[in-house]
């Protein structure tokens, strides 16, 4: 299935019936932490990538072969940013027609200050955007965003947003030490939070190998910073491992290659996983993704992580804060 993955196992969302709308790596925002890597080059343009029709019959079929209880949200997340997805909107509407299980949108929140997208969001559950910044400096070094994007206006689009969204508002905040996580940045972001009134503020930090090298996680000092400052919302996000479902691929590749183009997955974690195979198989198979130039092995914080070998990845600060320009 090229469109839907999962369930998967979600920080904050249990287990995730994953809906990808976009190609790899389409995104407005070229996030220094990103797990997917670099943006090249990012993108504001709205379309419809894939049929919309093809998506939604998949989503169907997953759903089928699911029992009560297997999934605890569909959400539409994918290798980008997805509100870039003209028919969002019908999709969200459509598989609330197949479903009871409730809906999110894991958005990096650039387009709600659009009108049209903040009413093709209304029709989800959760809506869960980004706002690691609230000065417009500090966004452009962690976000480094479509040049044409402006915060005070996606701020205010997240304001308007909530005056009239009937679902959950959830905020994630992801730290970067040294570029967000000091006094100054996090008051400000607490003055945005108060406009906007989510229902949660989630903290997280890089669990993987991040899009630049030199990106180091917030220590403990910081997150209790931020806990202090952001308010009573705020929960930080503990790393979660719940089980992966790998079924309905012919091959041990198509399981592996369907997960770490979305979600990079530790060695020892794809393993585990994969405990139908043997580990001499799935080895295997990892060196043959690896050889093939499909998959690739990084190490970080002393793991061993296996992602997509198109991700692009910066080796040095000073050559990642040169921004891409928008198409």
């Known amino acids: 299935m090229p469109y839907v993955y999962g369930p998967v196992p979600s920080r904050r969302l249990g287990q995730s019936l994953g809906v990808d709308p976009i190609p790899f790596k389409t995104c407005n925002y070229n996030c220094v932490y990103c797990q997917l890597g670099r943006t090249r080059p990012v993108t504001n343009e709205r379309k419809d990538f894939f049929p ?36 969002l909107g019908w999709l969200i509407r459509q598989v609330k027609e197949l479903t009871t299980i409730p809906v999110a949108v894991i958005t990096n929140g650039a387009l709600l200050s659009r009108q049209d997208v903040r009413e093709e969001l209304q029709a989800a559950d959760v809506v869960m955007p980004t706002l690691d910044a609230a000065d417009e400096a500090t966004f452009r070094r962690v976000n480094r965003p479509c040049p044409r994007l402006r915060l005070e206006e996606i701020i205010q689009g997240m304001v308007v947003f909530r005056e009239t969204f009937a679902g959950q508002l959830w905020i994630e905040v992801m730290l ?11 008051l400000s972001v607490r003055d945005a939070l108060r406009r906007i009134r989510p229902e949660q503020v989630q903290i997280n930090v890089p669990v993987r190998p991040p899009a630049e090298k030199w990106v180091e ?3 403990e000092e910081a997150l209790m910073r931020a806990v202090a400052i952001l308010g009573e919302a705020v929960k930080v996000i503990e790393p979660y491992e719940g089980s992966f479902d790998f079924s309905g691929f012919e091959t041990i590749a198509d399981a592996v290659l369907a997960i770490i183009r979305r979600h990079p997955m530790r060695e020892v974690r794809l393993v585990e996983t994969l405990s ?17 130039g499909q998959a690739c092995r990084r190490t970080y914080r002393g793991q061993a992580f296996w992602g997509y070998a198109g991700v692009a990845f910066g080796d040095s600060r000073s050559s990642s804060m040169v921004n891409s320009q928008a198409q």
């Open 276 to 292: 139908r195979y043997t580990s001499e198989e799935v080895r295997f198979t990892l060196a043959m993704l690896e050889s093939s």
């Open 52 to 87: 919309p029709e093809e998506i939604l019959a998949e989503v169907g079929s997953a759903l089928k072969a699911r029992v009560p209880g297997e999934i605890d949200y569909v959400t539409f997340v994918g290798q980008g940013e997805p509100t870039l997805c003209a028919s």
């Open 217 to 219: 996680i917030s220590d």
């Open 176 to 186: 970067v030490k040294g570029l967000n996580d000091t006094v100054e940045v996090l």
